[in-house]
């Protein structure tokens, strides 16, 4: 006889949510996972802040803001226990948070509290660390997990195993291999929220602005993002750049607008009316970082004085910067990416207990399906709306 309600596989944001809210219906919950200490993502997140939530979420804009195969897979977790539910919680919990920007929220101080919440509302003994999950079997009733630790039987399992990313904190990609063991497809896994990574030549000319970030406007693949731009020394990271990163694939070219909103012409035209003496690069150093308007410049062959340039004359400097197509040569991959773009494949679960159809009982939650948000709060409201609705079947 098993003396679990549910066996959840891994203590991370979707998983510990999970156990807390199974255990307040009443249920005997175990959680398990092989780091040493539980929700290690929720601590490092936000710079230590976990941007916890969106709340300009809406069920209208939600199929935009997470990539999926099936787009509106996640609306009925999400509209169920919104970002709103999410901040009651916190507040009931004593967290005080505030809104960055974008309806992005963040705690005041460490984000481990939430951890140490979640912890001090498990039942005493719930919370197993350091047990590395190794596998699920059916059993006569049930599933078996097979564990580092032995054997534990529940009539239902809970993977909440996460993703691939950050395997130095615990990522295994262990769940993908659960669904595939019970014959659910895995949709194609890939980095995404990842720093991208540029050739070689292009990098002799960009690496010199390692450190520069400024306002820009990435389109890839459709999608528009108008966030900062980090030039690196591998490439080019920041927000913009992280949220181009989840639609791009290799081969893909982006195309970067430097300045966006602006007319660098009409910028440039005011600056020559002024004082046409000086330099383009003078010029152009006024209106962007001044190593930016150096390579801008050399780049495009524009140079000479401002008062010798015409509107037309200026066009491959500005085209430079305000119309860059530049294509990465690969991302950060999973070591640094925030997220595992892909995943169980949403057609095999129900999208209200989040159930395999076809194997009852046995749940997949958070990063490990196939659901992934943009940046800005949107993977943990995710993680807890899933977790949330399959605690409402345990
Ligand atoms: P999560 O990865 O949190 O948990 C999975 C757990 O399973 C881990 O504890 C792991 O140790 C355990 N596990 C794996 N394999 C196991 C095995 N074989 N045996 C036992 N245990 C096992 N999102 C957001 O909305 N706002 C933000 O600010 C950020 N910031 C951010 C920063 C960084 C650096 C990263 C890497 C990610 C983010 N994210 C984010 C994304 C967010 O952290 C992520 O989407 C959620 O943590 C996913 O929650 P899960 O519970 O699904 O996986």
Avoid at 237 to 252: K, N, R, T
Wanted: charged share 20%.
């Amino acid at each position: 006889m098993s003396t679990f309600d549910a066996i959840i596989l891994g203590a991370g944001a979707a998983g510990l949510f999970c156990g807390v809210e199974a255990a307040a219906r009443g249920r005997r919950v175990v959680v398990l996972d092989h780091a040493a200490r539980p929700g290690e993502k929720i601590r490092i997140s936000g710079g230590g802040r976990c941007n916890f939530t969106n709340q300009s979420l809406t069920r209208q804009n939600a199929p935009e803001r997470f990539l999926s195969e099936n787009p509106r897979f996640a609306l009925s977790a999400l509209s169920r226990f919104t970002a709103r539910d999410m901040i009651a919680r916190i507040e009931a919990a004593g967290i005080p948070w505030h809104e960055k920007h974008s309806g992005q929220l963040f705690f005041d101080g460490k984000a481990h509290r939430l951890v140490e919440h979640f912890c001090a509302a498990l039942p005493e003994g719930a919370l197993r660390l350091g047990v590395a999950v190794e596998a699920v079997d059916r059993a006569a009733e049930g599933f078996v997990v097979r564990t580092s630790e032995g054997e534990l039987r529940a009539p239902r399992v809970i993977v909440a195993t996460g993703g691939k990313s950050i395997p130095k904190i615990g990522a295994s990609g262990l769940g993908y291999k659960i669904a595939e063991s019970f014959g659910l497809r895995v949709t194609e896994t890939r980095p995404g929220l990842v720093p991208l990574t540029f050739a070689e030549q292009d990098l002799a000319r960009t690496a010199p602005l390692a450190g520069i970030s400024l306002p820009a406007r990435v389109r890839v693949a459709k999608r528009v993002f108008d966030e900062a731009l980090l030039f690196t020394h591998r490439g080019l990271s920041g927000p913009a750049i992280l949220q181009a990163s989840s639609y791009w694939q290799p081969g893909e070219g982006l195309t970067i607008d430097l300045a966006p909103g602006r007319d660098l012409v009409a910028e440039l035209a005011a600056i020559r009316a002024e004082t046409g003496r000086i330099a383009v690069q003078t010029a152009l150093a006024r209106l962007l970082p001044e190593k930016l308007a150096q390579v801008l410049v050399a780049e495009s062959g524009v140079s000479g004085r401002l008062a010798d340039l015409s509107n037309r004359a200026l066009g491959p400097l500005v085209s430079r910067a305000q119309d860059w197509q530049i294509r990465p040569v690969g991302s950060e991959g999973y070591r640094t990416a925030e997220v595992t773009v892909g995943g169980v494949a949403t057609e095999a679960l129900d999208a209200k207990t989040l159930e395999a159809k076809a194997i009852p009982g046995l749940h997949f939650i958070g990063e490990v399906v196939d659901v992934t948000g943009w940046l800005g709060g949107y993977n943990f409201q995710w993680a807890w709306s899933s977790a949330w609705a399959a605690a409402q079947v345990i």
